[in-house]
């Protein structure tokens, strides 16, 4: 027996494989979240993502400065305040720790990469919700979204970019785009967290932002067992006039990312978040997997999957190996 076809024949080499892969991974692609925390001293190690730091002022401009040699494509920030109250007050402080970050962000690298900013009322509530509550401590969606109008036109200030609506209020993308066009940034992008689910990969990011959480955020952020709401999120957000839509987690939703990419005409990103993070570099640590090659791979099946560009905590070292 001889098979009619043989496709290994362009498996046969490196030089091959290379020639016709369908997708390769560039440094531009790539966006590194950061974590800025006021009142360091020094860079705080996570020890749930090993590798990744809360920053301090000085050591965010060096990391930016790093990735914007190796080629990232963007930096999106987060920032952790001192102290939270209910509403999340140091979120709109113009010398707050996010505002105060991401205009050192820009002035060190903001004519090499893209920079973006965290438009999230978590880091800052004492409550750790996403959003203002209630009397009943519900979040309250509308009146939250005074919130982040407030909290764009603070970013849009700074100089950043890009703000990422993360937040996943109804009507969330049309209250910032409106804001933001009446002050005049009509050049500022909005990232919209379009399809952002209830994960539980999301644990050690919790641990980066020092989170409050009491309870759960099922009632904002979507069921896992949802594969067609997050494309009706996401149509929504087109049609409110967001600039980029966004399938968090990455790799547990690669049917949602396709199956938006397939509709979106703007760009789509995904977030390798600090569970797929945590995960491969646990496995890695005990000699269960090829580091290196997870990390490629994981990468390059979210770019197949769809995405434009792809956050991940890796982006600066894998920019490097793709230099």
């Not at 930016?64 to 979120?91: K, Q």
């Not at 965290?118 to 005074?146: M, S």
């Not at 919790?206 to 067609?228: C, E, F, H, I, W």
Request: proline fraction near 4%.
């Amino acid at each position: 027996m001889r098979p009619a076809e043989r496709p290994r024949r362009l498996r046969a080499t490196p030089a091959l494989r290379r020639l016709v892969a369908e997708h390769r991974t560039d440094p531009a692609d790539l966006v590194l979240p950061m974590f800025v925390r006021e009142g360091l001293d020094a860079p705080n190690a996570l020890s749930s993502m090993p590798g990744v730091v809360q920053h301090t002022m000085d050591s965010l401009r060096r990391a930016a400065v790093e990735a914007a040699e190796a080629g990232v494509g963007g930096l999106m920030l987060f920032g952790v305040p001192a102290s939270r109250d209910a509403v999340g007050s140091a979120a709109t402080e113009p010398d707050g720790i996010l505002n105060a970050g991401l205009r050192a962000l820009v002035e060190e690298v903001g004519d090499a990469v893209v920079v973006m900013s965290d438009l999230c009322l978590d880091e800052f509530t004492d409550h750790g919700h996403c959003g203002v509550l209630d009397a009943a401590g519900r979040v309250d969606n509308d009146a939250t979204l005074v919130r982040y109008q407030e909290m764009a036109l603070a970013q849009a200030a700074t100089g950043a970019h890009v703000l990422g609506l993360s937040g996943m209020m109804d009507g969330q993308v049309a209250a910032v785009r409106e804001v933001l066009e009446g002050d005049g940034y009509t050049d500022t992008a909005v990232l919209a967290y379009s399809a952002k689910y209830a994960s539980a990969f999301y644990g050690p990011f919790r641990d980066a932002v020092d989170s409050q959480l009491k309870g759960d955020r099922r009632t904002y952020q979507m069921d896992p067992a949802n594969r067609r709401e997050g494309l009706r999120e996401a149509t929504l957000d087109l049609a409110e006039g967001a600039d980029v839509v966004m399938v968090k987690p990455a790799l547990s939703y690669l049917d949602v990312l396709a199956d938006v990419a397939e509709l979106s005409p703007v760009p789509v990103a995904a977030y390798q978040v600090s569970g797929e993070y945590a995960m491969v570099e646990a496995a890695a640590a005990n000699g269960w997997i090829d580091r290196r090659r997870a990390i490629e791979e994981s990468v390059v099946s979210i770019q197949r999957a769809g995405a434009d560009f792809v956050l991940t905590y890796w982006a600066t070292e894998l920019a490097g190996w793709l230099r």
